[in-house]
């Protein structure tokens, strides 16, 4: 079983769809089932209908999930594992203030060394925790650090020993009583029977808590785990929600296909057997292995590349649908400016400015007009030599004279793909395209 655990704290990251397309192909590759899991939990982060969003990106994706929960609904049994290694010994109350915790810190700091949890509060006191409320005393529940290193095999990154004291003795249980992080994920993945986890590497150091936290509550399945590297952005830095390209929503909104984003992300630090592919085809043949160790750049005039491509893979008729158009000879036309023109959002004026009105003002108005009354009342024409011949005789006009005007008139553009090869699929619409 494998699973998708995002935030519903802002808009999807790059890295989290890349995290989630990976999880599905590897899910698929095992037969197994492939778990989305929000982690709603920080109530003050969570932003109304971000959940819906993320949802909504993976049915775009076409990454249909066999099981869907909220984390919060998981609270409860949170708690009461928390109280389990509680009462077994295996975690502590911990009272000390915030002035206290960061006072320690301040002190490692000025050490130079790491902070660590000073062990105060590690002897158990005989006090319940009933006891404790009704003093009205805040604490939390923190873990007790492991006796021994944890030491475990990541698929990409290699092998990892964590000594105790990187480890230490972290809180699980808040004094609100919500869990962490750390403990609401490994409760969770427990739950679930989660035997891969692939994630960003910026998870690497709570894989270790995570395994301790399982060790002690008893779990012994074996899980595997894969970290995949960050992406950089052009400046060779960790990419964040400044740069624009990092969302995926803004992507969407630049044109880009669902298609051609996910063989990007494919793509990005691998190995891959052809650089053009979709869903079905990266499932026959990915392999976690291949992924590199190293950090990937994102690259976007490669995606811009693979938007094109992607485009010209579209059915005729489907293509021109993207458009408002029904006749796949349209959808023949559009492709023809995808030497131009990457993304739908590039595309879509190129092509509606066709069928626009024109405007018949400026350097070429009389000869623009002159064609167009010679067109409206010309014989249809089944190639573009001889409507060309129609308009020189009828005109008078020629070379420059009488292809800019045209081209104006035909395309509402200055430049643009050959006129002979535009006329085959307007031919049909002379009429509405002069108008």
Known sequence: MLRFAPSPTGDMHIGNLRVAIINY????????????????????????????????????????????????????????????????????????????LEADREKAKKDGIAYRYSSKCTIQSNETIEEIKAKNIP???????????????????????????????????????????????????????????????????????????????????ETQYAHLPIILNSENKKMSKRDDASSVKWLFEQGFLPDAILNYLLLLGNKTPKEVFTLPEAISWFKLENI??????????????????????????????????????????????????????????????????????????????????IIAGAPAFSTYDEFKSYLIEKSGLKGKALFKPLRLLLTGAEHGPELSDIYPYIKSYLLEVIS
């Open 25 to 100: 192909i590897v899910a698929m590759q095992r037969d197994t089932g492939f778990v989305v899991r929000i982690e709603d939990t920080d109530k003050e982060r969570n932003i109304e209908g971000k959940d819906q969003e993320i949802l909504q990106i993976l049915e775009k994706f076409s990454l249909p999930y066999s099981q869907l929960f909220y984390q919060s609904a998981n609270l409860h049994i949170h708690q009461n594992l928390a109280i389990k290694l509680l009462e077994e010994g295996n975690a502590f109350i911990c009272t000390c203030t915030p002035e206290e």
């Open 139 to 221: 604490f939390v529940i923190r873990i007790k650090k492991p006796d021994a290193p944890i030491v475990h095999h990541d698929v990409i990154k290699g092998d990892f020993t964590t000594q105790p004291n990187e480890v230490d003795s972290f809180v699980i249980l808040r004094n609100d009583s919500t869990p962490t992080y750390n403990f609401a994920c490994a409760c969770d993945d427990m739950l679930t029977n989660i035997d891969m986890i692939i994630r960003g590497e910026d998870h690497l150091s709570n894989t270790p808590k995570q395994i301790h936290i399982k060790n002690l509550l008893g779990y012994t399945k």
């Open 292 to 373: 590199s160790k190293s950090p990937a750049k994102f690259d976007i005039d490669k995606l811009r590349f693979l938007n094109r491509e992607h485009l010209r893979l579209i059915d005729d008729k489907d293509f021109s649908a993207l458009f408002g158009f029904r006749d796949s000879e349209l959808g023949k036309l559009a492709k023809l400016y995808l030497e131009e023109a990457s993304t739908l959002s590039e595309l879509e004026p190129k092509i509606k400015a066709i069928f626009a009105p024109k405007n018949f003002e400026g350097e070429w108005s009389k000869e623009m007009v002159l064609l167009r009354d």
